[in-house]
Structures are given as structure tokens and as C-alpha cells.
């Protein structure tokens, strides 16, 4: 079992930065592939960035890319999401998300996601 503890989510302007947090407990924590998604009011659950276990490889949405940063700390067992450059339609809340599995690929279906986050609430004002 992985619980999983998001935080850092707030009011900001377009065109300011923040980091969200990801705590986790539970498993050892450099086994998990962690993800990032997002839920908009009314819009469907997306991917947004992704990093392997040992954080050499990450992957990201293109919506977000070259934007976004998502790094993590195994000693810490923390994983973060650093968002520049934000826009109004990165007005979400985001979630953190750990893969159960084996594999050390990070993927961006949401079914292969086993542990979720209660979600940080981003808002971005125009």
C-alpha cells in the first residue's frame, strides 16, 4: 500500500510559478513510477507528467510541456510537480498517482495507477 498526501496548491497569476508536492508513505518509495494528473471542472482526468523510479526518465503532456518540471526526492519519498509559466487553463486540481507494477516505464493511462492522492487545487487568475 502506497498513501499518497498532495500539497502546495493555491491561488497564483498568469505567468507565475508554483510547486506541488506529492508525500508518500507506505511501500518503499523508489519503487513506484509517479505520475501527475489534472481534473478541470467538468473535463476528464488527464495525464500531465510522469518519472520513473529513479527519476532518469520523465514524460509530459504536451499541453504542458517545456513548462512544466516533474522531478522527485526517494529519500525524502516526495515527488514534485514545478509548473511555470502558468495559464488559465491550468486551472485544476492535480493529483499524484504511483504504478503498482514492475515496469519502470512511466505511462499515461490512468488505469495502470494504482494509488491516488485527495488532489491540490491549482488556480490560475487571468
Known amino acids: 500500500q502506497v498513501q499518497l498526501v498532495e500539497s502546495g496548491g493555491k491561488l497564483v497569476q498568469a505567468g507565475d510559478s508554483l510547486r506541488v508536492s506529492c508525500a508518500a508513505s507506505g511501500r518503499s518509495f523508489s519503487m513506484p513510477v509517479m505520475g501527475w494528473f489534472r481534473q478541470a471542472p467538468g473535463k476528464e482526468r488527464e495525464f500531465v507528467a510522469g518519472?520513473?523510479?529513479?527519476?532518469?526518465?520523465?514524460h509530459y503532456a504536451n499541453s504542458v510541456k517545456g513548462r512544466f518540471t516533474v522531478s522527485r526526492d526517494n529519500a525524502k519519498n516526495t515527488v514534485y510537480l514545478q509548473m511555470n509559466s502558468l495559464k488559465p487553463e491550468d486551472t485544476a486540481d492535480y493529483y499524484c498517482a504511483a504504478d503498482g507494477n514492475d515496469f519502470d516505464v512511466v505511462r499515461s493511462a490512468r488505469n495502470v495507477y494504482d494509488y491516488w492522492g485527495q488532489g491540490t487545487h491549482v488556480t490560475v487568475a487571468s
Open positions: 518519472i520513473n523510479r529513479s527519476g532518469s526518465s520523465t
